[in-house]
């Protein structure tokens, strides 16, 4: 760090105090870290049956076995997830608008929407999952989809968008009333004054927890293992039921666990890039 | 010569409180009226009626030879010919002070962005605020946001402008520039509708004072006259405490 000025001696004495502070503080979260961590991997591998656990759950060869195949069924995970996402993201908007705006001929669609978010939000995904997987295959609908992947993705689809557009509408009622009175002084239509003023500052307030939704939505890619798509938690299984073993599990516990740490960072870089808006260094 | 905007017995209610009971109001081209009166009395009410943000109970406004209370006139329209500056500035916040001036230019004039930001930047330069362009509001002082404000208003070319008390959010040292920006306006030849409490202020520019007091124009005439010669007690008890 340069400065324009000579630093003065107070200012020399409060960055040498501040070093030293910090230091002591990245010493306690050290130290007290291993100690927890020593002290719960004590308390487990003392335990009785910790034995039986370790070579069931976590059995490097059956790891090593596994590994392979089941990277291979997470990248369907992957694609679910990011498929999913997508079409999440444009069925909730439309919901979400749909449900906010007020005009005569939207009407029906209105009725159709609150319907649709009464519904989904009430029922759980695991069940939002059996009822496409087998339910449309079985009506035998000519065009209908019968990949097991899309039919997750569109029961995937059906179950978040409800939980977002939910979420969106939330957004969109927090800005305040005086944005749209500011929009509409200038003769910006209800729709244009939605589009530029209100939904990119209903966005931005709703994107972390909407990240939040995306972490879960990536976990929740492995129920659609009861259709029996082999994605990372069926691929596990199909390994654990052949072998008596758990550990495949664990590696895919830790596909998903990889996963979801770049949405995390990602959450954090937005949060910290918001901020920084917010101050004004544009 | 007829008036540019006219209110003709304009009542607002909410509820059962009788905020505007029959207001009358003429502005002539190139006027400047100012609203003054306590705190409640209805002054922001008849603003936003005057730009149809409110939908009166009763009455008529008149608008450049038309009737705007008439439910058949697209609002759009009405409103991109009346400009409106709100107490609390009300800029977006999601976007630069560039892309605030232009938006209306943008999308309701179909305006070029080219020629959007090089007429806004004219203007943005002319007050004073040439240096904010890119910056977001929240980056600015009170007085370059209302400043901003003013200028998002003007940059559609309004035939009216309505300003909301657009001084009462600030720091006192930053009323001056504000006022100033006004002055220079009024100068110009625009249209003003004002509602302040900046006695002295409208004393200087108005053409017209209006006293409201519980939603009635209790005295009306030119500043001379209802600054130094009230009729109506209530104006003279309402400036007594004002003007100290
Ligand atoms: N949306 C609303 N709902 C109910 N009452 C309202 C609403 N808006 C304004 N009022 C009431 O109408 C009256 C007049 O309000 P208005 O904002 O017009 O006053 P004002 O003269 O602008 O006051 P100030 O000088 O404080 O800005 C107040 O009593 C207020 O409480
Ligand atoms: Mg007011």
């Given at each position: 760090m340069s400065t324009s000025w000579e630093v003065s001696a107070r200012q020399l004495e409060r960055l040498a105090y501040r070093r030293r502070r910090d230091r002591r503080r990245m010493t306690i979260a050290l130290v007290s870290t291993v100690v927890v961590l020593v002290v719960a991997w004590l308390l487990i591998t003392s335990a009785p049956g910790w034995e039986r656990v370790r070579e069931t759950y976590f059995d490097w060869d059956d790891a090593k076995a596994a590994f392979p195949d089941i990277a291979r069924a997470f990248l369907t995970n992957i694609k679910a997830f990011l498929v999913a996402e997508v079409l999440i993201l444009a069925l909730a908007l439309l919901v979400a608008v749909v449900r906010v705006v007020p005009s005569a001929w939207m009407a029906p669609l209105k009725v159709v929407a609150t319907v649709y978010t009464d519904v989904f939000r009430g029922t759980p995904t695991l069940l939002v999952v059996l009822l496409v997987g087998f339910g449309i295959p079985a009506?035998?609908?000519?065009?209908?989809?019968?990949?097991l992947f899309w039919l997750g993705v569109i029961a995937l689809t059906l179950s978040y968008g409800a939980y977002v557009a939910e979420v969106i509408r939330a957004g969109i009622l927090s800005v305040h009333p005086s944005q749209w009175a500011s929009g509409r002084s200038l003769g910006l239509s209800y729709g244009k004054t939605l589009r530029h003023v209100v939904l990119p500052q209903a966005l931005r307030r709703v994107t972390p927890p909407l990240l939040n939704d995306f972490v879960s939505l990536q976990k929740d890619t492995?129920?659609?293992?009861?259709?029996?798509?082999?994605e990372a938690l069926r691929q596990a299984q199909i390994f654990s039921s052949r072998?008596?073993?758990?550990?495949p599990y664990v590696v895919a516990a830790a596909f998903f666990i990889v996963a979801t740490i770049p949405l995390a960072r990602f959450t954090d870089w937005l949060s910290l890039r918001a901020a920084r808006r917010q101050s004004g260094a544009a | 010569m007829s008036a540019l905007l006219e209110a003709r017995g304009v009542r607002k209610t909410y509820g059962d409180h009788d905020v505007l009971k029959g207001v009358d109001l003429s502005v002539d081209t190139h006027h400047v009226v100012c609203l003054i009166g306590a705190?409640?009395?209805g002054k922001s009410t008849l603003l936003r009626c005057l730009n149809l943000l409110e939908v009166v109970d009763d009455g008529e406004i008149w608008f450049d030879g038309a009737?705007?209370?008439?439910?058949?006139?697209d609002v759009d329209d009405v409103r991109r010919d009346i400009g409106t500056v709100f107490q609390a500035f009300n800029?977006?916040?999601?976007?630069?002070v560039l892309d605030n001036v232009t938006l209306g230019p943008r999308?309701?004039?179909?305006?070029r962005r080219g020629d959007a930001e090089e007429r806004a930047t004219a203007l943005l330069t002319r007050f004073g605020l040439a240096d904010q362009?890119?910056?977001?509001?929240?980056?600015?002082s009170g007085g370059q946001q209302q400043r901003v404000a003013i200028v998002r208003a003007l940059a559609m070319e309004p035939k009216v402008l309505l300003l909301d008390e657009?001084?009462?959010?600030?720091d006192p040292m930053l009323v001056g520039g504000v006022l100033e920006a006004v002055r220079e306006l009024k100068a110009e030849g625009m249209t003003i509708v004002m509602a302040t409490h900046e006695m002295q202020f409208a004393r200087e520019v108005a053409d017209e004072v209006l006293f409201l007091e519980s939603g009635v124009v209790c005295e009306r005439g030119t500043a001379e006259q209802v600054f130094?010669?009230?009729?109506d007690p209530r104006t003279r008890e309402f400036l007594a405490r004002h003007l100290a």
């Open positions: 009506l035998g609908l000519q065009g209908a989809p019968t990949s492995a129920l659609l293992s009861v259709i029996g798509l082999v072998d008596f073993v758990f550990t | 705190s409640g009395s009737e705007i209370t008439d439910p058949r006139v800029l977006f916040p999601h976007m630069s999308k309701v004039r179909g305006a362009a890119r910056k977001h509001p929240d980056a600015l657009v001084t009462s959010a600030l130094t010669d009230p009729s």
